[in-house]
T-cell receptor, first 113, second 110 residues
């Protein structure tokens, strides 16, 4: 039973480019969460999705950031026109239901040059 | 303000001693409280969790206590070992999702 998968593990982008981060939840999990973590800091909630629905995006910047979790395929966090301040580790977590244990993926480390 | 506050931010103990990390939360409706351990460069890993219908839960050297009235919960690690060194995050269910504390960097000196 594979855990939460994320790819790529490392992503380098130049300012102004787009970054697409993918997350495949654990089998049987329909709830996906995205978090951002800056070096030496905590996990900042960005967005919570269920299949085809965004449940809570209160932690996600309204501009340049978007997330989806289509009926088929992984959840995608998309950052348009990246800036240096977007450099961080982005973790995805999944859970089988609301207020259940969340299991984290290995993260995608985004570096914006 | 923060929904979950965590203290201390750093904690250094001698091998074999106990370590205690405390968190407070603001939403009285929160009913699920997990703890995560994150080693350098790795993903957060769930180590123990507690629901609001119990006051204490123990798993070998790790225990968590919950005081619903005071809205705080704590992680206790006994007989600490160098491999316990990591950043520990508490979390509390808030509305539809989870909010994390800022983390505690635990260092266990051999």
């Amino acid at each position: 039973n594979a855990g939460v998968m994320q790819n790529p593990r490392h992503l380098v982008r130049r300012r102004g480019q787009e970054a697409r981060l993918r997350c495949s939840p654990m089998k049987g999990h329909s709830h996906v969460y995205w978090y951002r973590q800056l070096p030496e800091e905590g996990l900042k909630f960005m967005v919570y999705l269920q299949k085809e629905n965004i449940i809570d995006e209160s932690g996600m910047p309204k501009e340049r950031f978007s997330a989806e979790f289509p009926k088929e395929g992984p959840s995608i966090l998309r950052i348009q026109q990246v800036v240096r301040g977007d450099s961080a580790a982005y973790f995805c977590a999944s859970s089988p239901g609301l207020k259940e244990a969340q299991y984290f993926g290995p993260g995608t480390r985004l570096l914006v040059l | 303000g923060e929904n979950v506050e965590q203290h201390p931010s750093t904690l250094s103990v001698q091998e074999g001693d106990s370590a205690v990390i405390k968190c407070t939360y603001s939403d009285s409706a929160s009913n699920y409280f997990p703890w995560y351990k994150q080693e350098l460069g790795k993903r957060p890993q769930l180590i123990i969790d507690i629901r609001s219908n119990v006051g204490e839960k123990k798993d070998q050297r790790i225990a968590v206590t919950l005081n619903k009235t005071a809205k705080h919960f704590s992680l206790h690690i006994t007989e600490t070992q160098p491999e316990d060194s990591a950043v520990y995050f508490c979390a509390a269910s808030i509305n539809n999702d989870m909010r994390f504390g800022a983390g505690t960097r635990l260092t266990v000196k051999p």
